[in-house]
């Protein structure tokens, strides 16, 4: 596969190049999780999500190696988990998992989870450090609220190009969509097609039959016609091709205000870790 990841649509957070669609890889392992990733490579993706508390680092960088690509054309983040949050321990969280990934660096580090019991300042200077230190190319955080996102921007002394947070038709992130904008941040929805649950809805099929396009597909479309990177997650090689199949089609307005009406307060799937339920 000739393509590079500059020819997947993609969203610029300061200077970052991050591809709209990337394979989503919770609760993917060993063999399954190596094809997975080799599958989607081959069929154009060209963006991999991963964490150290996924367990599939190792098996994650097996399928980029099996899948040829050049690893400057694939756009490969991980995240580091809030027991590793203290500043003695952060480094080598990070070296742990470019180790296992088996390269040079990653495009994207995270924090996974805000964590209380550490301050915040001290995390994010670790993070500017691992970067500075050439193993992330660019850092960022992921379930951050609005409130924490501007405690991290006054907390560091490099871009946060991204927070990573759950985003479904289900649900109303607009508050930290906004302040994501605010900082020239990147929004990535995972879960975006709400745990598999999209892909039953009876108003998302109705769109989707429309243009010839499944639930699924809309869930996905209605996220990256606002600019929101996907990182939906399967373990079945046809549905990669459907997933990515979301940049031929565009919901129309109303279409787009009828999906967003599907939104309610509390609609969230992954419950709010380390002791941190106050979202907004
Ligand atoms: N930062 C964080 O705290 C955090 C938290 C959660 C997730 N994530 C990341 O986000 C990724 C995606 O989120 P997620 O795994 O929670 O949920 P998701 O991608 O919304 O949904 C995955 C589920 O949907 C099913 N599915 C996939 N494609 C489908 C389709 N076209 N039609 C119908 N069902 C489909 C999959 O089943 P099959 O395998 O049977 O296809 C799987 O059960 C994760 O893998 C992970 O990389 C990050």
């Known amino acids: 596969m000739s393509a590079s ?5 993609a969203v610029s957070a300061h200077g970052a190049r991050i591809p709209l669609l990337g394979l989503g890889t919770w609760d993917l392992r060993g063999r399954v999780c190596t094809d997975m990733v080799e599958k989607a490579l081959d069929l154009g993706y060209r963006h991999i999500d991963t964490a150290e508390m996924y367990d599939n680092e190792q098996a994650v960088g097996e399928g980029l190696r099996a899948a040829g690509v050049s690893r400057e054309d694939v756009f490969l983040t991980t995240k580091i988990w809030p027991s590793h949050f203290a500043a003695a ?10 180790k296992r990934l088996g390269v040079n660096d990653v495009d994207l580090l995270l924090l996974h989870w805000p964590n209380p019991q550490i301050p915040l300042p001290e995390t994010v200077g670790a993070l500017c450090k691992v970067k500075r230190d050439g193993l992330a190319r660019n850092i960022g955080v992921s379930n951050f609220n609005v ?11 490099e871009p946060l190009v991204c927070n990573q947070v759950e985003c479904h038709p289900y649900l109303d992130q607009s508050k930290v969509l906004a302040a994501c904008r605010q900082h020239g941040m990147a929004m990535t929805a995972y879960s975006p097609i709400a745990q598999g649950r999209a892909g039953g809805d009876n108003v998302l099929a ?26 939906p997650r399967t373990s079945k090689a046809a549905r990669l091709a ?25 609609r969230r799937l992954i419950p709010a870790g380390f002791g941190r339920p106050d979202w907004d």
């Open 5 to 9: 990841k500059d020819q997947v649509p």
């Open 89 to 98: 321990d952060f480094p080598r969280a990070a070296r742990d998992c470019v």
């Open 147 to 157: 409130a924490l996102i501007e405690a991290a921007w006054k907390a560091t002394t």
């Open 206 to 231: 109705r769109i989707g039959a429309a243009h010839e396009k499944s639930a699924a597909q809309v869930s996905l479309r209605f996220l990256v016609q606002q600019n929101i990177v996907v990182i």
């Open 242 to 266: 459907e997933n990515a199949a979301i940049f031929d089609f565009s919901l129309k307005d109303g279409e787009m205000a009828e999906i967003s009406a599907l939104s309610r307060a509390g």
